[in-house]
């Protein structure tokens, strides 16, 4: 097998994406904060998380306006299928700035980014990023419909992250009839996080989430090691006992498409292999990958061993969806950014955020393992 074929742990293979979603600027919504009559979805759509619900596959879609700065207050809005592939959007969004104690994280930028998963007791969970136009915070919201939710604030809230930047959480799911469910593994929940550098998580209710610490290994405690193989690929880490901080769990990899960011794409997926987390690599300006656009974005896999789910044990070499040149031009260009994944009617489907300003899907056939 050579170094760019898919490994036969990863999930897929998959279709090249098709677009699905794009701006509607005929949808309105009276925003309780700044008291007008917004056009919510009218500058772009895009980075869908999805779920399974009611034989439909559900998407809640980053949406932004053209009203505010900051390219515009990001809302959350729902979108329905009976195929998959031919979407409904409802009218408002149904996650948004409000009223309420978290007006202060989320405004003016708002609620971006969202990825969900569905709990073993049937409630949906959703992390997003809540930006308040300076820093953004990874929040826990829950729903019994997917239109009414509950806001629990910071995943964070307990720790002495609560204020910093923290965004991207991909809960790790199991395979439960024809659904994926938040899977529990030495009786806690999981969560991949970050960006730059991917780190942990555990919950035991899937709102309250403490992060994994470690030693820890600011970028002046990384060197460069061109043979490294390893979990933090070429990042070798200069121990420091004693030292309380984060543990990263996989980094950047010099001269791949990957070389200049790591980030978690959709929930997580317990198989018989282990751990595939699907994730979102970005091409560095010097020494990345040759032939891709420096910053573009494009979709990883790699395997955690399903016992420790701190543990990377495989990483592909290569990105398993490249980018669209019809795709390629947006709000910011060069992005196929994996972040919804659902199986349904014997097919993974994977929805993408295609150049930060629509939505896409790619197909694989469910197989067997």
């Excluded at 949406?63 to 505010?68: C, I, S, V």
């Excluded at 409904?88 to 996650?95: F, G, K, Q, R, S």
């Excluded at 709102?207 to 390893?230: A, C, F, M, N, S």
């Excluded at 990899?253 to 987390?277: H, I, M, Y």
Aim: hydrophobic fraction near 40%; glycine fraction near 10%; include cysteine.
């Amino acid at each position: 097998m050579s170094s760019n074929s898919p490994p036969q742990w990863s999930i897929g293979p998959f279709s090249r994406p098709t677009r699905l979603l794009e701006h509607r600027p005929d949808v309105r919504f009276d925003c309780p904060v700044s008291g007008k009559q917004v056009e919510w979805a009218a500058k772009d759509l895009f980075n869908p998380g999805a779920v399974v619900h009611e034989d439909r596959v559900c998407l809640l879609a980053r949406a932004e306006d053209k009203a505010t700065r900051y390219s515009g207050t990001s809302r959350i809005g729902l979108a329905t299928s009976r195929d998959g592939l031919t979407f409904e959007l409802e009218p408002e969004p149904v996650l948004f700035p409000a009223d309420d104690r978290w007006q202060a994280w989320e405004w003016p930028g708002g609620l971006e980014d969202p990825r969900i998963v569905q709990a073993p007791d049937g409630r949906f969970i959703c992390t997003y990023t809540a930006f308040d136009g300076k820093v953004g915070s990874l929040f826990v919201a829950s729903s019994t419909d997917l239109r009414t939710w509950t806001k629990h604030g910071p995943a964070f809230a307990d720790t002495n992250y609560v204020r910093l930047p923290t965004k991207s959480g991909a809960i790790i799911t199991r395979v439960q009839g024809a659904r994926l469910v938040a899977a529990q593994i030495n009786g806690r929940y999981w969560m991949y996080w970050g960006e730059g550098m991917i780190f942990g998580a555990v919950s035991d209710d899937l709102i309250q989430w403490r992060p994994i610490e470690g030693d820890g290994y600011p970028d002046k405690y990384l060197t460069w090691d061109p043979e490294g193989v390893g979990h933090l690929g070429h990042w070798r880490r200069n121990r420091l006992p004693g030292r309380p901080g984060l543990r990263p769990l996989a980094a950047p990899r010099r001269r791949r498409f990957d070389s200049w960011l790591t980030e978690p794409g959709p929930p997580a997926v317990l198989t018989d292999d282990g751990v595939v987390l699907i994730y979102n690599g970005a091409n560095a300006p010097d020494d990345g990958a040759e032939g891709i656009p420096p910053f573009a974005y494009q979709p990883g896999q790699m395997l955690f061993d399903s016992e420790d789910p701190t543990a990377v044990i495989a990483r592909a070499q290569a990105p398993f969806l490249t980018i669209d040149p019809v795709e390629a031009d947006g709000q910011v260009g060069n992005v196929c950014f994996a972040q919804g994944l659902v199986l349904f009617k014997g097919q993974w489907l994977l929805y993408l955020g295609l150049a930060d300003s629509r939505v896409g899907v790619a197909k694989a056939e469910a197989l067997p393992r």
